[in-house]
């Protein structure tokens, strides 16, 4: 079985421009988290998907936005790039809502706003 | 006051060496605990879990949580040069609450 693939790997974005970043979670995994991770920090909670809807937001502002679709994948969309976006942006998925003992991570996106 | 610390290191041990890597955390509400392993430029791996106190053991890992002291400990026995990576403690208050994570501890084990 594929793991959770995220695309692109890599992209290099302008400030003020607009991102859009894609996930498509492990067959059969009905939820998808996305976490932002800053060079030399941990992973940071975004948003949490379930059955299409949201299920949680972390502490970051309306900047970034996301949705979840019939088949459950998802996208991360983030306007108005500022520098300190620039981060490996991860996506997990897991079969349920439940987070932690069936999280799967895909090996990010590596965004860096210049 | 942060709501997990862990000493990012580096943290640089001899092959076969037992390794102990530890986080704290301020809030006595949280009953997950989690270990996640971090290769370079891949996505955590979920390593092991516990809930509330006590120990889990995974073959040369084991899990420690001490609540009364909000401590929390992987330990790594017989250490490879494959366990070179990032590990992150994370916690979580329910099993369907956010992960909090750790800022990580970079461990290199020189063969």
Same mark, same amino acid.
């Given at each position: 079985d594929a793991g959770v693939t995220q695309s692109p790997t890599h992209l290099i974005k302008t400030r003020g421009q607009h991102v859009t970043l894609r996930c498509s979670p492990i067959s059969g995994h009905k939820s998808v988290s996305w976490y932002q991770q800053v060079l030399g920090q941990g992973p940071q909670f975004i948003f949490q998907y379930y059955e299409k809807e949201e299920r949680g937001r972390g502490n970051f502002p309306d900047r970034?936005? !996301? $949705?979840?679709?019939?088949?459950?994948s998802s996208e991360l969309n983030v306007n108005a790039l500022l520098l300190g976006d620039s981060a490996l942006y991860l996506c997990a998925s897991s079969r349920? !809502? $439940?987070?932690i003992t069936e999280a799967f991570f895909g090996?990010?996106?590596?965004?860096?706003v210049v | 006051q942060k709501e997990v610390e862990q000493d990012p290191g580096p943290l640089s041990v001899p092959e076969g060496a037992i390794v102990s890597l530890n986080c704290t955390y301020?809030?006595?509400a949280f009953q997950y605990f989690m270990w996640y392993r971090q290769y370079s430029r891949k996505g955590p791996e979920l390593l092991m879990y516990t809930y509330s106190s006590g120990n889990k053991e995974d073959g040369?890992?084991?899990?420690?949580v001490d609540k009364s002291s909000k401590y929390i400990s992987l330990f790594?026995?017989?250490s490879q040069p494959s366990d070179?990576?990032?590990?992150?403690?994370?916690?979580?208050?329910?099993s369907y609450d956010k992960v909090i994570f750790g800022p990580g501890t970079s461990l290199s084990v020189i063969p």
């Open positions: 970034f936005s !996301a $949705r979840q679709f019939p088949n459950y349920e !809502a $439940r987070s090996q990010g996106t590596r965004l860096t | 301020s809030n006595s040369r890992f084991t899990a420690q790594i026995r017989d070179s990576a990032t590990y992150l403690c994370a916690i979580s208050k329910t």
